[in-house]
Nanobody, 126 residues
Framework: QVQLVESGGGLVQAGASLRLSCAASGRTFNSGTMGWFRQAPGKERDFVAANNGIADVDYYTDSVKGRFTIAVDNAKNMVSLQMNALKPEDAAVYYC???????????????????WGQGTQVTVSS
């Protein structure tokens, strides 16, 4: 049974940093895709960042480029999201996601990820 378990969310002030971590168990994703999505109240689940495990290429949504960094540790079967210079609009529930496929064109599509964590809340006060 595959499980993704996130940690690291919390309440911070605008401009601060947070680091989210996601530990995978049950299988490895070094030839697949691991990433992060977020969902604010009343909104759809949006793509944040992901790593294509075969090409080892990172993808980001435009609003987080230069502020967020995704990192995959294949030895530990973990993915992290370092979030710097947080803004109030970054507040959401953040979900770790994984796919057994090394996604490219569909890497931003949540429907292509088979496995999901339970989510961790990130709150940013202004």
């Amino acid at each position: 049974q595959v499980q993704l378990v996130e940690s690291g969310g919390g309440l911070v002030q605008a401009g601060a940093s947070l680091r989210l971590s996601c530990a995978a168990s049950g299988r490895t994703f070094n030839s697949g895709t691991m990433g992060w999505f977020r969902q604010a109240p009343g909104k759809e689940r949006d793509f944040v960042a992901a790593n294509n495990g075969i090409a080892d290429v990172d993808y980001y949504t435009d609003s987080v480029k230069g502020r967020f960094t995704i990192a995959v540790d294949n030895a530990k079967n973990m993915v992290s999201l370092q979030m710097n210079a947080l803004k109030p609009e970054d507040a959401a529930v953040y979900y770790c996601a994984a796919s057994g496929t090394a996604l490219v064109w569909g890497i931003r599509d949540p429907s292509l990820y088979e496995f999901w964590g339970q989510g961790t809340q990130v709150t940013v006060s202004s």
